[in-house]
Nanobody
Framework: QVQLLESRGGLVQPGDSLTLSCIVS????????MGWFRQAPGKEREFVAG????????FYADSVRGRFTISRDKAKNTLYLQMNSLKPGEPAVYYC?????????????????WGQGAQVTVSS
């Protein structure tokens, strides 16, 4: 069993930065890959960034590459998502999740455990 506890989101202005965190508990063998997803109102949940937990390598959606940075602290069992230059059109609920599959997993249905979600609002 894996549990994920996300930090709160927040209200930011366009162009601002925000960092989300996700504390993970449970067996590391059941979560070789972790990811961040987001879901805007009326839209499907989409992949944002992923982390191969043990290798410390990362992969991104094209829409956020260069602006968002995913990282993890193994000692603290924490996954991070630093979001820079947030745009007015990308407020959403952000979720961290784990998958038992290794590699660059980007499909929502491949992720088994999910955090509670963090609301990020971008507004001037």
């Amino acid at each position: 069993q894996v549990q994920l506890l996300e930090s709160r989101g927040g209200l930011v202005q366009p162009g601002d930065s925000l960092t989300l965190s996700c504390i993970v508990s449970g067996r590391t063998s059941s979560r070789p890959t972790m990811g961040w997803f987001r879901q805007a109102p009326g839209k499907e949940r989409e992949f944002v960034a992923g982390s191969r937990w043990n290798q410390g390598s990362y992969f991104y959606a094209d829409s956020v590459r260069g602006r968002f940075t995913i990282s993890r602290d193994k000692a603290k069992n924490t996954l991070y998502l630093q979001m820079n230059s947030l745009k007015p059109g990308e407020p959403a609920v952000y979720y961290c999740a784990t998958t038992p599959f290794a590699g660059g997993v980007v499909t929502t249905s491949d992720y088994a455990y999910w955090g509670q979600g963090a609301q990020v609002t971008v507004s001037s």
